[in-house]
């Protein structure tokens, strides 16, 4: 089960989570329309390294960016390159942060000039069932409590939730225990205790839940090719409210 984090650890994941959120801030103003992913990456890399940071990614398990960055039909881990952003595009960045030992772990999908209304509620949606894990992040209720209420609120709007990844636990690694569905029943699992920090990230499918992974070993797409959309805080489990960390 996840770590209860101390007083004094929990203070530093905290400075790690604010960051995070300082550069996640950053990007989200910088992109815009004809650059590419890998000038975001450049951006990226810049940003953390001006609040005295590391990227959590860069060189994890030989991942080559600093960011994640996804876009449309891609789920999770797109990987930088000489793709560019287009207007219509929904651009999922995904960014995790190393401080003082500590890590920070946020994403958010952004929408670039986008109208069309099935699009903007999968990106909506995908929000709105973050927030609705998040909610259910407090001590007493079990792990898959969390689970479930993303599950439900993907389901009762038309979408489907990705199996094949997860949410994890988060400290002094970027992975700890638990691993945290985004589907499942309530009730079940073990018993979430104040002061667990965990990387809640809900990824939700316009189409089938299915995934399939591209040539460069990372980038995870849709396998119907339709749109997905990612979100994800770090949050501290509190006793009735969780802890959102990774906040400016």
């Known amino acids: 089960m996840g770590l209860v984090?101390?007083?004094?650890?929990?203070?530093?994941?905290?400075?790690?989570?604010?960051?995070?959120?300082?550069?996640?801030?950053?990007?989200?103003?910088?992109?815009?329309?004809?650059?590419?992913?890998?000038?975001?990456d450049r951006f990226t890399t810049a940003s953390i390294k001006e609040y005295g940071a590391k990227s959590a990614f860069l060189g994890y398990r030989g991942y080559p960016g600093s960011v994640c960055i996804s876009v449309n039909d891609e789920v999770v881990h797109g990987v930088p390159g000489n793709r560019r952003i287009q207007t219509g595009d929904i651009v999922s960045i995904d960014?995790?942060?190393?401080?003082?030992?500590?890590?920070?772990?946020?994403?958010?999908?952004?929408?670039?000039?986008?109208?069309?209304?099935?699009?903007?509620?999968?990106?909506?949606?995908?929000?709105?069932?973050?927030?609705?894990?998040?909610?259910?992040?407090?001590?007493?209720?079990?792990?898959?409590?969390?689970?479930?209420?993303?599950?439900?609120?993907?389901?009762?709007?038309?979408?489907?939730?990705v199996r094949e990844f997860v949410g994890h636990g988060i400290g002094r690694k970027m992975h700890e225990e638990p691993q945290i569905p985004n589907f499942g029943p309530p009730g079940k699992g073990p018993l979430l205790k104040e002061a667990m920090t965990l990387a809640i990230e809900p990824m939700l499918n316009m189409g089938v839940p299915d995934v399939e992974i591209l040539n460069d070993g990372w980038t995870a797409v849709t396998r119907d090719r339709k749109l997905s959309a990612?979100?994800?805080?770090?949050?501290?489990?509190?006793?009735?409210?969780?802890?959102?960390?990774?906040?400016?």
């Open 230 to 248: 990612h979100f994800e805080h770090t949050v501290g489990v509190g006793r009735g409210k969780a802890e959102i960390l990774t906040v400016a």
């Open 95 to 161: 960014i995790g942060v190393v401080v003082d030992s500590f890590y920070g772990d946020m994403a958010k999908t952004i929408m670039i000039g986008v109208h069309d209304p099935e699009i903007i509620s999968l990106v909506n949606t995908a929000e709105k069932a973050l927030c609705a894990g998040i909610a259910k992040a407090v001590a007493g209720n079990h792990l898959s409590d969390v689970s479930h209420a993303i599950e439900t609120c993907a389901s009762q709007n038309g979408f489907s939730v």
């Open 5 to 40: 984090k101390k007083p004094a650890e929990l203070k530093r994941m905290r400075v790690a989570g604010k960051i995070t959120a300082k550069v996640f801030e950053k990007i989200s103003n910088y992109i815009c329309p004809g650059m590419t992913t890998a000038e975001i």
